[in-house]
T-cell receptor, first 113, second 115 residues
């Protein structure tokens, strides 16, 4: 199984809502990533988990809260978002040795009203 | 200077031609290099990875790496309309924390293959 899955595919939320994005991989990878991608821009790294520990936080606002419950799952908890946070949120996973090739999930299209 | 730069395009080639996509990077300690293809509205798909100087071929795709010149390229032979997409160059290096790898993307080159 060489797939990264993400749910939901689409999410519309108000600025006062709390929601969560979920990501799952069954490739035995021990690094997982959250990226944010705006239209016609490359993905921007938000967080990196390595062996279920947060390794990188790219100065992301606290309204985004990541969680890695186990080696296969990655969540992104959202609270009090702003309209400018509307974007495609991508999850990826990779090995922590060797080539470090990152494989992306299909993404969650988030709209904040 | 951006960490990873790509010729911004857009690039148009006729069907059957060779498409050439270029990328330069600024960090000499970068260790792994990738090309991703992204169709409109979809997520990036890894199509090539290269780690050492020289050429690497996979079907119609050839990646070339020159670490001395800090240059990576992707050639697509016999281009097809289905190759029309944005191609992202990505460079991986050890993060400052030392515990993970960090992937930095170029801005992407939009390729259109004309039937």
């Amino acid at each position: 199984d060489t797939e990264v899955t993400q749910t939901p595919k689409h999410l519309v939320m108000g600025m006062t809502n709390k929601k969560s994005l979920k990501c799952e991989q069954h490739m035995g990878h021990r690094a997982m990533y959250w990226y944010k991608q705006k239209a016609k821009k490359p993905p921007e790294l938000m967080f990196v988990y390595s062996y279920e520990k947060l390794s990188i936080n790219e100065s992301v606002p606290s309204r985004f809260s990541p969680e890695c419950p186990n080696s296969s799952l990655l969540n992104l908890h959202l609270h009090a978002l702003q309209p400018e946070d509307s974007a495609l949120y991508l999850c990826a996973s990779s090995q922590v040795q060797g080539g470090f090739e990152q494989f992306f999930g299909p993404g969650t299209r988030l709209t904040v009203l | 200077q951006k960490e990873v730069e790509q010729n911004s395009g857009p690039l148009s080639v006729p069907e059957g031609a060779i498409a050439s996509l270029n990328c330069t990077y600024s960090d000499r300690v970068s260790q792994s290099f990738f090309w991703y293809r992204q169709y409109s509205g979809k997520s990036p798909e890894l199509i090539m990875s290269i780690y050492s100087n020289g050429d690497k071929e996979d079907g119609r795709f050839t990646a070339q790496l020159n670490k001395a010149s800090q240059y990576v390229s992707l050639l697509i032979r016999d281009s097809q309309p289905s190759d029309s997409a944005t191609y992202l160059c990505a460079v991986s290096r050890v993060a400052p924390s030392g515990s993970a790898r960090q992937l930095t993307f170029g801005s992407g080159t939009q390729l259109t293959v004309l039937p």
